[in-house]
């Protein structure tokens, strides 16, 4: 574990898994703890990965001013990690709502990313589901024996009713493209802190129109993603020139977990 000082003083914390060139992974959530990325199927194997905790998320600090963890405004955090580390360039890889700060990164600092990775993203400046895709995704786990209670809490969720937090588990198996004990395992470790309930709000302050980038990019989507679903990684890969779209069959929100080696060789070809 390696604690750093952003510019305005924040405590931020990240860990480094292997050995070689660097890459960068920002989490989703938003404030979600990093180390839910694991290895990231065995990226580790290929690179240098680095794991970064956003500032409020994980095991870095929160800051005295909430207003700081919008996406746009931690751009500032990534920059002061690469100055931290030394770095001249390195590659990029933003999880979901992460895929958020790392585009506006690279938009803002390209000649820092090498190539830029989106890995089931939420969208390219705000999230930006498909309502009709998401209706279509979740209705076609109609056979599964949790859909009827996962329907019902999606639909209080919607309403703003009940406690967030445990709606939001009971609707999780709709994330996975295989709700069994791995994901299961993977979905509610213990160890791993939800992020702070205001931190989703914060977060997405100032959201809005995305600037391209004109860089080797990789966007990957999973094919039943009931999180988010497709619709958005195919926006980002078309508002990026030359951007290279995977949709993932039979995989989820986390295709690292449930498709392992599929997902670390079409990451580290890309990345060679």
Same mark, same amino acid.
């Given at each position: 574990m390696t604690i750093f000082q952003a510019h305005d003083g924040t405590a931020l914390h990240y860990d480094q898994l292997g050995d070689? %060139? =660097?890459?960068? $992974?920002? =989490?989703g959530g938003p404030g979600a703890d990093v180390r839910y990325l694991g290895t990231l199927g065995g990226l580790d194997a290929h690179r240098r990965l680095i794991r970064f905790d956003p500032r409020g998320s994980g095991r870095s600090a929160e800051p005295a001013d909430r207003a700081s963890c919008a996406f746009g405004t931690q751009v500032k955090d990534v920059e002061a990690l690469r100055e931290h580390l030394g770095l001249d360039s390195f590659d990029l890889l933003g999880h979901s709502a992460g895929a958020l700060t790392a585009q506006r990164y690279a938009a803002e600092f390209p000649h820092r990313v090498r190539s830029l990775v989106l890995v089931t993203p939420v969208g390219r400046g705000a999230r930006e589901p498909d309502e009709a895709e998401l209706a279509a995704i979740r209705g076609a786990r109609s056979d599964q024996p949790w859909y009827e209670d996962a329907t019902r809490a999606a639909a209080a969720l919607a309403a703003g009713e009940g406690d967030p937090a445990e709606l939001t588990a009971r609707i999780t198996p709709f994330f996975w493209g295989s709700w069994d004990d791995r994901a299961r395992a993977a979905a509610f470790d213990p160890e791993l802190v939800p992020g702070a309930p205001w931190m989703r709000a914060a977060f997405y302050e100032g959201a809005g129109e995305a600037a391209p980038v004109a860089? =080797? $990019?990789l966007v990957l989507a999973g094919e039943l993603d009931g999180m988010i679903g497709? %619709?958005? %990684?195919?926006?980002a890969a078309t508002l990026h020139p030359g951007a290279r779209l995977e949709v993932l069959a039979g995989v989820g929100h986390r295709p690292w977990v449930e498709k392992p080696d599929e997902f670390a060789r079409l990451v580290a070809e890309f990345l060679d």
């Open positions: 070689g %060139a =660097p890459l960068v $992974a920002i =989490p860089m =080797p $990019a497709t %619709a958005p %990684a195919r926006l």
